[in-house]
């Protein structure tokens, strides 16, 4: 559930001596969970077609959205891949929680994240100047394929990398971008593991 923080110590109690799965994760409660837009920045390279990445990332978007909409959160995504970035969801309060938009998410070509942040930051600060209190998350839903490191979008509150990353030699760079931007750093297996 897209939110500041998981709450480690109460999701590993949850899960016990199981493998970690979605329904264990705890996370921090907000005082005021509605007043939250989480932006999804979602990599739609070629490089996340492998693995079945991206369709394990949809799902995981899917399950997300609907959370959302039940807190009556605020949702934005954008995709990024080819050389560019394109606003998949709009921000708004009213998430469409079914498979058809999110089913519909294609995928193939190079890894533009700095297109990505580009976007996210013009879209995200029309959002702030719109609703300077709302609290705004960045989820960076990735491999780590990509070459530039950008640096953190200015206009979030909390960034959180969730690493599709995978296969004998990593790279590290989902790692290296969290710290660089003093995200939370999570693996995507670690949340998918019975997914």
């Known amino acids: 559930m897209p939110g500041s923080t998981i ?17 264990h994760l705890r996370f921090r409660p907000r005082a005021d969970q509605s ?38 959160g605020e949702l934005a ?13 709009a921000p708004h309060k009213a998430v469409a929680f079914n498979e058809a938009w999110i ?15 580009a976007l996210a930051e ?11 209190g709302l609290k705004i998350g960045l989820w960076l839903i990735s491999d780590g394929r990509f070459s530039q490191l950008p640096a953190r979008p200015a206009h979030v509150d909390f960034c959180v990398v ?11 760079r989902g790692e290296h971008l969290a710290r660089l931007w003093d995200a939370e750093h999570v693996r995507a297996a670690e949340l998918l593991g019975q997914f």
């Open 122 to 132: 013009q879209v995200l600060g029309q959002v702030r100047r719109r609703a300077p």
């Open 7 to 23: 709450h480690w110590p109460r999701t590993l109690l949850s899960k016990a001596g199981a493998a970690l799965r979605l329904e």
């Open 77 to 89: 995504v954008i995709g990024f891949a080819g050389g560019q970035a394109r606003l998949l969801q």
């Open 35 to 72: 007043a939250v837009l989480h932006c999804l920045l979602l990599d739609c390279s070629g490089s996340m077609l492998k693995r079945r990445n991206l369709a394990l990332a949809k799902g995981l978007l899917l399950h997300w959205t609907r959370q959302i909409y039940r807190q009556r």
């Open 103 to 117: 089913g519909a998410i294609r995928g193939g070509g190079g890894t533009p994240l700095p297109a990505g942040v």
């Open 162 to 172: 969730v690493d599709f990353e995978s296969g004998p030699l990593p790279i590290g």
